[in-house]
């Protein structure tokens, strides 16, 4: 079983719409969360961290649940510079190995 | 921007020839990985090193070595480059903050073999 597993799309969103991603994890002891996003033929940059809590930045809002093992991310008003692939990250705590998922394409268009 | 460069940025070269990448960063960190990307199998490890001449395996190993001789650079060589390594190579490093490290990652080198 994979580590990290996400739904790899392509999500296909009219600009102004909201789309959500899952990302499921299966280590129970994983204690860091990460979105990054990755434009074609460029390096993962991180878009946000992911808290206990839940956190938002923006048009951009993460969730953690830690009962069911997954991660989520919430894109409102989408605009034509969202459309990337998003990658779910996690890292087991006292550990510095990151254990990426494969990633979910999203396409917003006109 | 955590200060990563990788050399070269694009390569291609024959079945069979040594080829080695080049990390380097400017800001002392620790922590300094390779992963290679290919299509349907996203980011994979394929060594990382937490200080000078202390490396370990990633899941992806068989037919790299590195070396990290300097704290600033981290270098990963293929001995005998084989078709199935065409991919696009990626250095990171972590960095610690708000209690969690976080990783953050040089642009990438293309390698293609022939």
Known sequence: RKEVEQDPGPFNVPEGATV???CTYSNSASQSFFWYRQDCRKEPKLLMSVYSSGNE??????QLNRASQY???LIRDSKLSDSATYLCVVNPRNFNKFYFGSGTKLNVKP | DAGITQSPRH?????????TL???QTEN???MYWYRQDPGHGLRLI??????KDTDKGEVSDGYSVSRSKTED????????TSSQTSVYFCAISESGDNQETQYFGPGTRLLVL
């Open chain 1, 20 to 22: 959500a991603f899952n």
């Open chain 1, 57 to 62: 930045d923006g048009r951009f809002t993460a």
């Open chain 1, 71 to 73: 991660i989520s991310l």
């Open chain 2, 11 to 19: 390569k291609v070269t024959e079945t069979g020839t040594p080829v």
């Open chain 2, 22 to 24: 080049r990390c380097h």
């Open chain 2, 29 to 31: 960190h620790r922590y």
């Open chain 2, 47 to 52: 060594h990382y090193s937490y200080g000078v």
């Open chain 2, 74 to 81: 981290f270098l990963l060589t293929l001995e005998s480059a």
